[in-house]
């Protein structure tokens, strides 16, 4: 099957950072999708974006399908930014996702 | 209410026990998922279900059991499970249909198995 990996597994940033989390996927992709989630496990939608570049407000995404990773920009970041981002993707039209390990976040004030 | 739902939020279950997971969503979509987090392994997928037929059993035990009455709701049936089993159980909807859509999450239901 396909294989995800995030890096960085871990970043702790001081508030008011800057920060690129980056996904790599191993086969072409029919869905990414960014996700954050939070310290009571709910998994919150960034971004749909299996190719191109989207914002919304401090966060944007952009995925380069045709070298198969996506980077995931945080900008200004706040201590409620914290938490696991994940990475996910679905490669065979079936919208069957499979997860990267996560990067795990600490924004400290 | 709007978005997926899922209950019970929390459940501690002996290895004995029966017990059932529930999902709900009011997005109006059409396919349904439940995921698997455990302590240290990346989100699996276990089941999918698209117009209520299931199309994926990701090798998972017989001991949980998925059930999709109608589009709108989607149960996890479980019983003996083991200590392992314990886990942060996700349900998430999309649209379906063969394509790849965006799948929205529910909260999650948090198991010990003791």
């Known amino acids: 099957g396909i294989q995800v990996e995030q890096s960085p597994p871990d970043l702790i940033l001081q508030e008011g950072a800057n920060s690129t989390l980056r996904c790599n996927f191993s086969d072409s992709v029919n869905n990414l999708q960014w996700f954050h989630q939070n310290p009571w496990g709910q998994l919150i939608n960034l971004f749909y974006i299996p190719s191109g570049t989207k914002q919304n407000g401090r966060l944007s995404a952009t995925t380069v399908a045709t070298e198969r990773y996506s980077l995931l920009y945080i900008s200004s970041s706040q201590t409620t930014d914290s938490g696991v981002y994940f990475c996910?993707?679905?490669?065979?039209?079936?919208?069957?996702?499979?997860f990267g390990g996560g990067t795990r976040l600490m924004v400290k004030p | 209410e709007t978005g997926v739902t899922q209950t019970p939020r929390h459940l501690v279950m002996g290895m004995t026990n029966k017990k059932s997971l529930k999902c709900e969503q009011h997005l109006g979509h059409n396919a349904m998922y439940w995921y698997k987090q455990s302590a240290k392994k990346p989100l699996e997928l276990m089941f999918v279900y698209s117009l209520e037929e299931r199309v994926e059993n990701n090798s998972v035990p017989s001991r949980f059991s998925p059930e999709c009455p109608n589009s709108s709701h989607l149960f996890l049936h479980l019983h003996t499970l083991q200590p392992e089993d314990s886990a942060l159980y996700l349900c998430a909807s999309s649209q379906g249909g063969g394509r790849s859509y965006e799948q929205y999450f529910g909260p999650g239901t948090r198991l010990t198995v003791t």
């Open positions: 996910a993707v679905d490669n065979n039209a079936g919208n069957m996702l499979t």
